[in-house]
């Protein structure tokens, strides 16, 4: 991660969006359906931007949305906001699953601290265009209802943690609303978890995925 190149510009996750599927393309993965697009946070958001780009690649989306702003503030400070933003607390202090640190917000940190002493690849520059191009995503109803009428709301999932501090449950609840849960869209919340849910519950993580990745098989 973080050896493409970082031009300064204005990022927008359209453009990333685009990024990507000039990526599959060069792969060769362009047959219908024949995707999972599967994304996480910002991932979420470029995710939303494919689907709505490219009719031929359908599959499911963890699709969410927030606004961010940057105040410069020192390293711990940076760490603890980080954390309480991302993780519930009780993750946070729970002793690390790994077993490698004390607790799980400490493994945490020590992978965040080693991300940004690479200064190569972890650029302020890069974060701040980044941080403008989540901050100035945006979605209208009508645009996720028509996403919604060209994947196919049974193939849509929206799952969100009930303490995610960086982009709040309701946004979550607004989303699968706006994508047709009424109409099959699957929304899960899960109680008492953050905004990594991939780290918080790993293991229920992927037996969502794996369940809603069979299911979309099967529609075909």
């Excluded at 970082?6 to 990022?11: I, V």
């Excluded at 927008?12 to 993965?29: F, N, P, R, V």
């Excluded at 640190?101 to 972890?122: M, Y």
């Excluded at 709301?153 to 799952?159: P, S, T, Y």
Aim: hydrophobic residues 35%; proline residues 3%; charged residues 30%.
């Amino acid at each position: 991660m973080g050896d493409s190149d970082k031009p300064l510009a204005r990022y927008s996750t359209t453009e990333m969006a685009k990024d990507t599927i000039e990526l599959i393309d060069s792969i060769g993965w362009t047959s219908l359906r024949q995707l999972h697009v599967i994304g996480v946070s910002m991932g979420g958001m470029i995710a939303q931007e494919i689907d709505v780009t490219e009719d031929e690649y359908r599959g499911i989306g963890r699709i969410s949305g927030t606004a961010s702003i940057c105040i410069p503030k020192s390293p711990n400070v940076q760490l603890a906001d980080l954390k309480a933003r991302l993780f519930s607390k009780s993750w946070l202090e729970a002793p690390d699953d790994y077993g490698d640190f004390p607790t799980n917000g400490d493994r945490f940190a020590a992978i965040e601290l080693e991300k940004r002493q690479d200064v190569d690849r972890f650029t302020r520059k890069g974060f701040i265009c980044q941080a403008i191009a989540a901050g100035w995503h945006h979605k209208t109803p009508e645009q996720l209802k028509d996403l919604a009428d060209k994947v196919g709301r049974q193939r849509i999932q929206v799952l969100h943690g009930t303490l995610d501090n960086m982009i709040t449950v309701p946004h979550g609840k607004v989303l699968a609303r706006e994508l047709g849960e009424e109409e099959g869209v699957t929304k899960i919340i899960v109680e008492g978890r953050g905004h990594v849910l991939h780290f918080e519950e790993e293991k229920l993580y992927q037996e969502v995925l794996e369940k809603m990745v069979e299911k979309t098989e099967n529609l075909g």
